[in-house]
């Protein structure tokens, strides 16, 4: 089974930033999903194995950016300009490709890390 680690989650301020690690068992496409308490999961982000293509919900356009360093085996989410409707525990993902993360097919969960924004 794909084992997948995530760090980096913790308590910021709003407008601060945050970066999230996930270490993988080996490549994938990637992803991030957030679930904040009596809501359903939530699409973040995702990366392509190689890297070159990557998708963002809207909610998070502009401010979060997906990246990957396969060498390291590690895939970051650099969360900048965090507010307090980011609060959530945030999940890394890993699947075939990047069409399966998003259809939720054959997906690989990790543990989760809280991320809380305080106002």
């Known amino acids: 089974q794909v084992q997948l680690v995530e760090s980096g989650g913790g308590l910021v301020q709003a407008g601060g930033s945050l970066r999230l690690s996930c270490a993988a068992s080996?490549?994938?496409?990637m992803g991030w999903f957030r679930q904040a308490p009596g809501k359903e999961r939530e699409f973040v982000a995702t990366?392509?194995?190689?890297?070159?293509?990557?998708s963002y919900a809207d909610s998070v356009k502009g401010r979060f950016t997906i990246s990957r360093d396969n060498a390291k085996k590690l895939v970051y989410l650099q969360m900048n300009n965090l507010k307090p409707e980011d609060t959530a525990v945030y999940h890394c993902?890993?699947?075939?490709?990047?069409?399966?993360?998003?259809?939720?097919?054959?997906?690989?969960w990790g543990q989760g890390t809280q991320v809380t924004v305080s106002s």
């Open positions: 993902a890993a699947s075939l490709n990047t069409e399966q993360l998003r259809s939720l097919t054959n997906v690989y």
């Open positions: 080996s490549r994938f496409a």
């Open positions: 990366i392509s194995w190689s890297g070159g293509i990557t």
